[in-house]
């Protein structure tokens, strides 16, 4: 009989945002006894009992657990809008998601992250203000982007290491974070958004993992609008926009550019007014329309969401192995809703059991 670990017990409560007092008066025990079951005060707690009130496996609260992960070392795209509590769960969602990440790396030989650091991009930068523009140029320029748009942006960050995984829908007010966790850069994502969106919030949470790493980003707009012109400089590059510019521009020319450059109408218009190829009048007329045909809230007529190549590959390659996703879950002790939200709109999920035909592999993934 494996030990009982009271901090899984604690993670399994934060991920589905439960007080103490709620999973007391859930299993019909005091407030003192979830204290003491969490404390490690007591060997031999109802587990039965706490697992069909959580929903989560016996297996989980048992021996080792997950490796933590604080606040301070998250960046929060709306932290000052989240409670203590919605906090906690959606950090406990990211730990959980990190454990199927592992489980990658152990199984299948991939990306190793090489994500530069800021003192690898702006020699001489100040720690105060990183430069998001200088940062980004020199991004494009080792990774040899040129000054063209890039293609698939989810599939750029994979390729460097980084693992992208969703937000569960009870969690999208968070709209997108990242963190540095045990050497490799995670970013979780709200699938429901715009393939444009996402995009930029790819874009925003590199630029926080590359310039702001070892710096607690909490609660410091500062933080948040130096992301965002990394990722306007690192999608739109002033260059590569001067060259697809001709002539006066109109707003049925921000259609077509914003489709060049797979970013928002919003965002375009916001990038030209940066580089001043339109007023200040232009820009606040253009908003006002843009708001009026339903530009602010989502993308009419926008392009296809990115899908991950690398979870395409690795669940093709694990199902071959014989693996399902049931079987993953059951080995690392997680509630299959949780790995199946977690994979939502970023791939396709082969159906339990059934015969689907294995994807043709790209890239150098290959099991170990």
Known sequence: MTDFNPDSLTLARERRGMTKEGLASACGVSRRAVTDWEAGRVDNPPLERISQVLDFPIDFFLGEGLPELSERSVSFRALSSLGARQTRRVLSSARLAQTFSSWMDREYDTPHPDLPAISDLVPHFSVDDPDPTASATALRRLWNLSDRPIADMLALVESHG???????????????????????????????????????????????????????????????????????????????????????????????????????????????????????????????????????????????????????????????????????????????????????????????????????????????
């Open 162 to 368: 980084a693992r992208v995984f969703s937000l569960q829908p009870g969690d999208h007010e968070v709209d997108a974070f990242s963190f540095w966790g045990e050497g490799r850069p995670y970013i979780f994502l709200n699938p429901d958004k715009s393939a444009e969106r996402l995009r930029f919030d790819l874009a925003h949470e590199l630029g926080h993992l590359c310039m702001h790493q070892d710096i607690s980003t909490a609660g410091q707009k500062i933080f948040e609008v130096q992301a965002n012109q990394f990722a306007s400089d690192l999608l739109m590059p002033a260059t590569g926009v001067q060259a697809s510019i001709r002539g006066q521009l109109s707003l049925a020319d921000v259609m077509t550019l914003k489709k060049l450059w797979k970013v928002s109408a919003a965002a375009m218009v916001k990038r030209l007014h940066q580089l001043r190829y339109i007023s200040d009048w232009q820009y606040r007329s253009w908003f006002i329309e843009l708001t009026k045909r339903g530009y602010r809230t989502s993308e009419p007529h926008g392009i296809a969401h990115e899908q991950s190549s690398l979870l395409k590959q690795v669940l093709a390659m694990a199902r071959e192995d014989g693996w399902r996703l049931n079987k993953i879950c059951n080995v690392l002790r997680l509630p299959e809703d949780e790995l199946t939200y977690a994979l939502a709109g970023l791939v396709v999920l082969p159906m339990q059991g059934g015969g689907a035909q294995r994807p043709r592999l790209e890239g150098h993934l290959r099991a170990v």
